[in-house]
């Protein structure tokens, strides 16, 4: 299981606890039509319920699920049922954020927008203490030095006139600066990055590219409304999506090293003898796989390309070499 679906399954777990405890005895066919999972995944969920509750891990901490009847029992789970109360530090962060997401006007969708107000008004009335401390902090969400927030101006004027863009993007993985002309379709921030998705002409796909690796943006006089088939990832669980610019690598991991498979969008798998696994994947920045080989400790080496395999062998020299000293 990927890291983005293990999030989306505790997420959804969280959520079914308070709703199967206010509906003791529901048909299991109705609380996996409300969670839009199939019966058996609904199962699994129930089975992973089974083995999980507070501290201590004795019969008693555990929560309680029966469902043999076709009928789902839940019990002992009321410490993950109370409401969630916010101390003042994460009610100021969550203020100061939603205040942050409304002022982007990235939020464009009326309905979004109205759930974003919604959510202000009622975390303000209930930590209203908090109200004023966020009222003095100040976020800066500018893309960082060197002329990165005119280009920012720039993507955000391309969208709002519909117009073309030029870019001028580093490819990390050959080093080079590429051209291509983009239909711009948001700006986004996602994990602390900003980035610019648009539908790039040269790879004739939507692509998402970091501001901090534009070399050079310009407003074109074209028409920039993206064709029909430029569907917005706005949402997907996925961040990456493969192009012709990325590395192609290849790993071989022990059975310990599997989960790399599981936790990384890969292209391709093959099982070899002794439980070891093949695995293909394409990155845009290849400098973190040196590093994913050596978090395997040993249980993955890189069969191609082989000059990202010297990369490991020196980074594990100057590793050993900094424990004899």
């Not at 996996?32 to 969920?45: G, M």
């Not at 409304?102 to 009622?122: E, F, I, Q, T, Y």
């Not at 519909?162 to 580093?170: K, N, S, T, V």
Request: proline share 7%; charged share 25%.
């Amino acid at each position: 299981m990927s890291a983005v679906a293990a999030t989306a399954r505790l997420s959804r777990l969280l959520t079914m606890v308070p709703w199967l405890l206010n509906r003791p005895g529901v048909e299991l066919g109705e609380a996996a039509r409300h969670f839009k999972i199939t019966e058996p995944q609904l199962v699994r969920d129930l089975e992973l319920l089974f083995v999980c509750g507070t501290p201590g891990h004795m019969p008693d901490d555990l929560i309680s699920a029966e469902w043999d009847s076709g009928r789902i029992y839940l019990s002992n789970a009321d410490a993950i049922a109370r409401p969630l109360r916010l101390d003042p530090d994460e009610a100021i962060a969550l203020i100061a954020g939603l205040r942050t997401l409304a002022d982007l006007g990235d939020v464009n969708d009326l309905g979004d927008r109205r759930a974003v107000d919604s959510a202000l008004v009622k975390l303000s009335a209930a930590a209203q203490d908090a109200v004023s401390a966020a009222n003095r902090v100040d976020i800066d969400l500018t893309p960082g030095p060197g002329g990165a927030e005119a280009t920012l101006r720039t993507a955000r004027e391309a969208l709002r006139l519909h117009r073309r863009l030029r870019l001028h993007y580093l490819v990390p993985a050959r080093d080079e600066i590429t051209e291509r002309d983009v239909d711009p379709m948001q700006v986004t921030s996602i994990d602390g990055r900003w980035y610019l998705e648009a539908w790039c002409h040269r790879a004739e796909g939507v692509r998402l590219f970091r501001f901090d690796r534009v070399a050079g943006l310009r407003l074109l006089e074209e028409d920039g409304t993206p064709p029909p088939q430029a569907v917005s990832r706005a949402g997907d669980e996925q961040l990456f999506t493969p192009s012709e610019d990325d590395l192609v690598v290849t790993l071989e991991v022990e059975p310990r090293g599997r989960w790399v498979a599981e936790y990384y969008p890969v292209e391709q798998t093959e099982e070899l003898p002794g439980g070891r696994l093949r695995v293909v994947l394409r990155v845009a920045a290849p400098d973190w796989i040196p590093r994913l080989v050596l978090r395997l400790g040993g249980a993955g080496r890189i069969v191609s390309p082989p000059g990202l395999a010297d990369q490991v062998l020196t980074s594990a020299a100057a590793a050993l070499a900094g424990y004899e000293h």
